[in-house]
Nanobody
Framework: QLQLVESGGGLVQAGGSLRLSCTDSAHTLSSYSMAWFRQAPGKGREFVASIVWLDRQTQYPDSVRGRFTISKDNAKNTLYLQMNSLKPEDAAVYFC????????????????WGQGTQVTVSS
């Protein structure tokens, strides 16, 4: 069973940048599609980005397209989310997730989740 661990969250001023990481030290992630979701207090889990591990196809919702970039490093077995031009509304707990099928923006389709990392954006 995968054990995903996110890191890189923190406090940043509006307009700033953060890079989140997600890895599993015990299992290779090369067979999976992976995604980032976020959840703000009182709200549902929102799709942020996805990537197919093998061919690097990516998807983003309009809310983050052009500001966020999902990527992966095969050698480090790590998924990244580069977040630029952060806005207060980007503040949330960010989760990485994986599934064995293709990518989707539906959180219910993902089988394994990390514990989340908090991103706080001050205005």
């Amino acid at each position: 069973q995968l054990q995903l661990v996110e890191s890189g969250g923190g406090l940043v001023q509006a307009g700033g940048s953060l890079r989140l990481s997600c890895t599993d030290s015990a299992h290779t992630l090369s067979s999976y599609s992976m995604a980032w979701f976020r959840q703000a207090p009182g709200k549902g889990r929102e799709f942020v980005a996805s990537i197919v591990w093998l061919d690097r196809q990516t998807q983003y919702p309009d809310s983050v397209r052009g500001r966020f970039t999902i990527s992966k490093d095969n050698a480090k077995n790590t998924l990244y989310l580069q977040m630029n031009s952060l806005k207060p509304e980007d503040a949330a707990v960010y989760f990485c997730a994986t599934r064995t099928g293709g990518t989707t923006d539906k959180s219910s389709a993902y089988e394994y989740w990390g514990q989340g990392t908090q991103v706080t954006v001050s205005s």
